[in-house]
């Protein structure tokens, strides 16, 4: 990780909303903090902006799909102008990992919560919220594995 606050802000990108999680490689946590509205196209970039100046992060991670990967598609453009657009703004490093199964990881969270009496009835939202942290544990794991291997 870059050097600096040792956060990471890590982003599940959606055409209507986009799932954000915050997390410390330090403390390897990762858990959704907000979701944003992605509608139309139109990023609520204000509130994406708070969240950065609230938890100045050193590096941004995106997840991008690897086995249903069309890159014509308009969502895949769309994530990549997103991609860029954080780059642009925070000039800040831009990670990309694997976010294969993320939603399904994070519907199977949120469902054992449910059974276990820790969380009640769940929302879209708070999908996207955990498969942000999903997306974040994940480049942790890959993070410390590249870290662990020089």
Same mark, same amino acid.
């Given at each position: 990780?870059?050097?600096?606050?040792?956060?990471? &802000?890590?982003?599940?990108?959606? $055409?209507? #909303?986009?799932?954000? +999680?915050?997390?410390?490689?330090? +403390?390897? /946590?990762?858990?959704?903090? %907000?979701?944003?509205?992605?509608?139309?196209? %139109?990023?609520? =970039?204000?509130?994406?902006?708070?969240?950065?100046?609230? =938890? %100045?992060?050193?590096? &941004?991670?995106?997840?991008?799909?690897?086995?249903?990967?069309?890159?014509?598609?308009?969502?895949?453009?769309? $994530?990549? *102008?997103?991609?860029?657009?954080?780059?642009?703004?925070?000039?800040?490093?831009?990670? #990309?990992?694997?976010? !294969?199964?993320?939603?399904?990881?994070? *519907?199977?969270?949120? *469902?054992?919560? #449910?059974?276990?009496? #820790? @969380?009640?009835?769940?929302?879209?939202?708070? /999908?996207?919220?955990?498969? +942000? %942290?999903?997306?974040?544990? /994940? =480049?942790?794991?890959?993070? !410390?594995?590249? &870290? @662990?291997?020089?």
């Amino acid at each position: 990780m870059p050097e600096g606050s040792g956060m990471a &802000l890590a982003f599940d990108f959606g $055409m209507a #909303r986009i799932g954000v +999680a915050v997390g410390s490689r330090e +403390a390897e /946590t990762a858990r959704g903090i %907000a979701v944003v509205a992605n509608q139309t196209g %139109a990023v609520d =970039w204000a509130a994406i902006d708070g969240l950065v100046r609230e =938890w %100045a992060p050193s590096v &941004l991670v995106v997840g991008e799909p690897c086995e249903q990967r069309d890159e014509y598609s308009a969502w895949f453009q769309a $994530m990549r *102008r997103f991609c860029s657009e954080l780059k642009r703004r925070y000039r800040l490093p831009v990670e #990309r990992v694997n976010e !294969d199964y993320s939603s399904a990881a994070a *519907r199977a969270q949120l *469902r054992a919560e #449910r059974l276990e009496g #820790r @969380r009640g009835k769940t929302n879209r939202g708070e /999908t996207d919220k955990m498969a +942000a %942290a999903c997306i974040l544990s /994940t =480049w942790f794991s890959e993070h !410390d594995a590249v &870290l @662990r291997e020089n």
